[in-house]
């Protein structure tokens, strides 16, 4: 029984930046690793990047390596999405994932933040 929650999305201006938080609540020992996906309308949601148990362990798609950065306060319960250098192609809706049994699929998600970048 793991709750996520996110923020931080709204209105930026290209080659802008903004971060996202994912605050989890509930059962959170039982977090294995933690991801952001994306949602564009009209478009398959689609993955954008994941941290393991290990905070080294981080994998970006291809389309925001070098621009965006996760990265976790377990003190806090809480991930980060830092996007940089935003481009008009990164308007989504952001969705925050959690793996609680150890697999390799997300079975937690959070409610979304809405994400746009202007021209």
């Known amino acids: 029984q793991v709750q996520l929650v996110e923020s931080g999305g709204g209105l930026v201006q290209a080659g802008g930046s903004l971060r996202l938080s994912c605050a989890a609540s509930?059962?959170?020992?039982?977090?294995?690793?933690s991801a952001w996906f994306r949602q564009a309308p009209g478009k398959e949601r689609e993955f954008v990047t994941e941290?393991?148990?290990?905070?080294?362990?981080?994998y970006y798609a291809d389309s925001v390596t070098g621009r965006f950065t996760i990265s976790r306060d377990s003190a806090k319960n809480t991930v980060y999405l830092q996007m940089n250098n935003l481009k008009p192609e990164d308007t989504a809706d952001y969705y925050c994932?959690?793996?609680?049994?150890?697999?390799?699929?997300?079975?937690?998600w959070g409610q979304g933040t809405q994400v746009t970048v202007s021209s």
């Open positions: 994932a959690a793996k609680t049994r150890l697999s390799d699929r997300y079975d937690t």
């Open positions: 509930g059962r959170t020992l039982s977090i294995y690793g």
């Open positions: 941290i393991g148990r290990a905070a080294g362990n981080t």
